[in-house]
């Protein structure tokens, strides 16, 4: 089990920065993925970014470029660096991990923290 806490999040200006960071309670070696996820307003739940234990990113079509998902084992930390914000980057941000049991992964999310972006 781990819980996972999220900050960072705020409002900006088109075209600005934040870095959302993502707190274990945990050590993060052992959780297979950490990925960063997000739900605009009316919108489903879609992935932003998840790093694996090895490294390999992953990043959803509309961020690729703009965003960077980075992992610190030694501070149990998940970090989102978000440049060229954009209005529809709107959204609570979720942190998520997925830990492996026997025969089933099983996936801890956090609280999430607003995202606003103003044109």
């Known amino acids: 089990q781990v819980q996972l806490v999220e900050s960072g999040g705020g409002l900006v200006q088109a075209g600005g920065s934040l870095r959302l960071s993502c707190a274990a309670s945990?050590?993060?070696?052992?959780?297979?993925?950490m990925g960063w996820y997000r739900q605009g307003p009316g919108k489903q739940r879609e992935l932003v970014a998840s790093?694996?234990?090895?490294?390999?990113?992953n990043y959803g079509d509309s961020v690729k470029g703009r965003f960077t998902i980075s992992r610190d084992n030694a501070k149990n930390t998940v970090y989102l660096q978000m440049n060229s914000l954009k209005p529809e980057d709107t959204a609570v941000y979720y942190c998520a991990g997925d830990i492996l049991k026997p025969g089933v992964s099983i996936r801890y999310w956090g609280q999430g923290t607003q995202v606003t972006v103003s044109s």
């Open positions: 945990r050590s993060i070696d052992s959780i297979k993925t």
């Open positions: 790093i694996t234990t090895g490294g390999t990113t």
